[in-house]
């Protein structure tokens, strides 16, 4: 390739050309419409011995390697995703024919579970060297499944033991056993969400957030499976079918979705709900907010003050509430499902996992099967990369914003980017540009900025480059730039 700009940092560049900075082939996947989020790696329901993709979780084990547990219609997938541009299938595990999956973790066990198979023990303590192993199954189905990981008990919903809320005691993890059971709405919980309270009027309870299907909102005392009680409830205007929802870390809201208002033509554009949850005798509907699209929404999760959507035909929706946590921003999302934005729930994203600590989410699709994103550019965690502009036979300055203070930051550019990913070995990152070329280096300063400046040769007017910049563990926004 061609260079576009003068190198006056030598050393850096020849750096480069050894392999100080060793770049390795990547990927380009540029289908899917997208706002400030990227496709790092996709794997299909074929791929997984399957015809479609349901719920999806996630396992880091004690080494810090990450893996994704993915549910299909007749199988489980057990994926790593430690690297994400290079997803490695360890085991698939079969199971009878079931639209639903759910799937939870405590300590080094996943349970998987649907409504039409019984739940699978599986033992992940040997994942790192590619074993999982089934080491029971119990006779137990669920729609869905949630687990308190604090309290040592899993929570069926909509479950073969009943149509309420079905405590499951973990003391023995490979033995699940029923410990006690409840059904408020005398109808049936749908899903849950169970967490213990430390202070305040609720200290040393457990507590239960049960979006209730066709009948209500309801939260639950579930500290004593015997004698569970319901401490709250609400029925919101427009209820059709209270889905699923998720709790902000302080919990002061609870964020809820209603699977059937869009479909059923409640509302024309997907609805999220907002609770304040403060008072667990009292939850109060404050506010809602959308995403414009006209899609069913599903499964959605909060972490660190974003809101992370799986809305079936628009794919995922991720939104920033930290500012305004009533009024939530759309900052980026993922449409997995380019086809249309109807509502329903035939196609399109089941769930988005946000939890993994390296900050990618996985996203299972019914039609498309897995998919592994990076959210970085969207929820701001990516330095910050700009430029004066780039005229031909003029000086430009690269700056980043950002970098740790007293890194070396290194800065790059492609003739094709945005839509690919090319390894940096040493910095253990990857960049979003196809066969990239060094431009130089800059030190960070106090401040985590850092600059550089270049020429830009007369002859290249014209010419469109895509420029990022990367320093060790970390890598900047992209910009894409026409040369003037």
């Known amino acids: 390739m061609k260079h576009w700009f003068n190198f006056v940092d030598s050393r850096a560049a020849a750096g480069f050309a050894l392999g100080l900075i060793a770049f390795a082939s990547g990927s380009a996947i540029a289908q899917y ?6 496709l790092m790696s996709q794997i299909t329901p074929q791929q997984m011995n399957a015809t479609g993709g349901n719920d999806c979780w996630g396992y880091t084990s004690p080494s810090g390697r990450e893996y994704a547990i993915v549910g299909t219609y007749e199988t489980t997938a057990f994926i790593e995703v430690t690297d994400p ?19 939870k973790i405590y300590g080094h066990y996943a349970y998987c ?49 009943g149509s309420g809320i079905v405590a499951l005691d973990l003391s023995d993890p490979t033995t699940p056993a029923v410990a006690g059971s409840t059904n408020p709405t005398g109808g049936h919980v749908h899903d849950a969400q169970v967490v213990n309270y430390h202070d305040g009027p609720y200290a040393g309870k457990e507590i239960a957030f ?73 939850p109060t509907l404050v506010s809602t907010f959308t995403s414009g699209s006209t899609a069913t929404d599903h499964n959605l999760f909060w972490k660190d003050g974003f809101i992370y959507e799986a809305n079936y035909a628009s794919g995922m929706q991720l939104f920033d509430a930290r500012t305004d946590p009533e009024n939530p921003t759309r900052v980026g999302w993922f449409d997995s499902y380019p086809e249309n934005d109807a509502p329903g729930y035939g196609h399109g994203a089941w769930t988005a996992y946000p939890f993994f600590d390296s900050g990618i989410v996985i996203l299972d699709d019914r039609d498309r099967g ?61 960049l979003n540009l196809a066969s990239p070329v060094l431009v130089g280096s800059s030190t960070a300063d106090g401040n985590g900025d850092a600059a550089l400046s270049r020429r830009v040769p007369p002859g290249a007017s014209g010419r469109t480059l895509w420029l990022q910049a990367a320093e060790l563990g970390n890598t900047s926004t992209v910009l894409e730039e026409t040369v003037r």
């Open 33 to 38: 419409d997208a706002h400030n989020v990227r």
């Open 85 to 103: 541009v290079n997803p490695v299938i360890l085991h698939i595990q079969p199971h009878a024919q079931s639209v639903t999956e759910d799937m």
């Open 113 to 161: 579970i649907g409504d039409y198979f019984n739940l699978q023990v599986f033992d992940l303590s040997q994942i790192d060297s590619g074993t999982v192993t089934m080491i029971n199954e119990r006779p137990y189905r669920s729609h869905n499944f949630a687990l308190n990981e604090e309290s040592g008990y899993a929570y069926m919903t909509a479950s073969s033991q």
């Open 210 to 282: 049960c979006p209730s299907g066709y009948w209500r909102f309801d939260i639950i005392d579930v500290t004593d499976k015997s004698n569970m009680i319901l401490l709250g409830s609400d029925i919101y205007p427009g209820l059709n079918y209270c889905h699923q929802g998720w709790l902000s870390a302080d919990r002061h809201y609870f964020y809820l979705n209603d699977e059937l208002d869009e479909l059923n033509g409640y509302t024309p554009t997907t609805r999220t709900l907002v609770y304040d949850v403060s008072d667990l005798s009292n």
């Open 370 to 430: 897995l998919f592994i994103l990076d959210v970085s550019e969207a929820i701001g965690s990516r330095m910050a990369l700009t430029t004066t502009g780039l005229v031909g036979g003029q000086s430009t300055t690269l700056s980043v914003a950002g970098a740790t203070p007293g890194q070396r930051v290194y800065f790059a550019y492609s003739l094709v980017g945005g839509n690919t990913w090319t390894r940096v070995n040493a910095l253990d990152v990857y």
